[in-house]
């Protein structure tokens, strides 16, 4: 008579059968049970940890460490992925996790360990791993250099929750007359919405009422308009045409401002105007 296999046999047959043909996985030969590689294929290099399940789950039966720091600079270290080449552990030690990147450079130029051109920084804080790489990272004072970015534009940061991307300044300082982060004392505005980032300074931001002081303006000349394409400040606005009410930025002992209908200038008269000046844009 012949005997039945029990469920324990079978379940050894079946994952005797199963386990050279687990997707993405394969012993390498003489390798210990750590020492695993994983299928890169598809890879768009930045989709975080969720890539490898089958490599992580073997790699962590038991709790033991799962890699060993056995390479240099960006060599896939032992027990690690191409994907995430590099353990955390010390040089010759083990470590708990395989990582993307490293973040070990800071400033203009900089290039993490694992990054490349186009997405240069470890998306990490400074001397930590990570599983992601970025344009850039905001790591520095005021208006210097963040990593990743240029002189040119020197803020690392993102409107909207968009993926982080270099700036030229931010819209920082709307209520304290204080110069834009990244904007000089000549041009103080940057040209963006509240708290967020832009790419250009202006000279002046129109955001007082009526006569009062616009930023970035002098006090006689204290209203912001952009005219011909350029922002300026000016000194009143033919605002109040008919009316018998003064132009915006006039004394009452003259009352018109000599520019065109509902344009901006820099002169007052007692005399109703009659000249042709150039008509601004409006405020901005």
Not at 11 to 36: K, M, N, T
Not at 67 to 74: E, L
Not at 239 to 260: F, V
């Amino acid at each position: 008579m012949i005997k039945m296999p029990n469920l324990l046999s079978i379940g050894i047959l079946l994952f005797s059968l199963w386990h050279p043909f687990v997707p993405g996985v394969a012993a390498r030969p003489g390798g210990d049970p750590l020492d695993y590689e994983e299928d890169d294929s598809g890879d768009s290099g930045d989709s975080g940890d969720s890539g490898g399940a089958s490599f992580d789950i073997l790699a962590n039966l038991g709790g033991k460490k799962r890699c060993k720091n056995t390479q240099v600079g960006r060599r896939r270290d032992r027990g690690c992925s191409f994907r995430r080449p590099l353990c955390n552990g010390d040089p010759g030690a083990k470590g708990e996790k395989c990582y993307k990147c490293s973040r070990k450079s800071t400033g203009e130029g900089a290039m993490d360990m694992g990054c490349y051109r186009g997405l240069p920084i470890c998306d990490a804080p400074f001397g930590e791993f990570g599983q992601k790489c970025i344009k850039c990272y905001s790591d520095a004072w005021g208006s210097d250099v963040d990593s990743g970015c240029r002189e040119s534009a020197p803020l690392c940061g993102s409107n909207n929750g968009r993926r982080d991307r270099c700036y030229k300044c931010i819209n920082d300082h709307k209520l304290d007359n204080i110069n834009d982060t990244g904007c000089s004392d000549e041009r103080p505005v940057c040209d963006a919405l509240d708290g967020e980032y832009g790419h250009t300074c202006l000279k002046c931001e129109s955001d007082a009422s009526g006569d009062s002081q616009d930023f970035g303006c002098p006090v006689d000349k204290p209203l912001c308009a952009r005219k011909s394409g350029i922002d300026d400040c000016f000194m009143c606005i033919n605002d109040h045409i008919d009316d018998g009410i003064t132009d915006t930025g006039c004394p009452s002992s003259s009352p018109y401002c000599i520019a065109e209908p509902f344009a901006f200038a820099n002169s007052c008269s007692s005399v109703e105007p009659t000249t042709d000046e150039e008509e601004a844009d409006g405020p901005i």
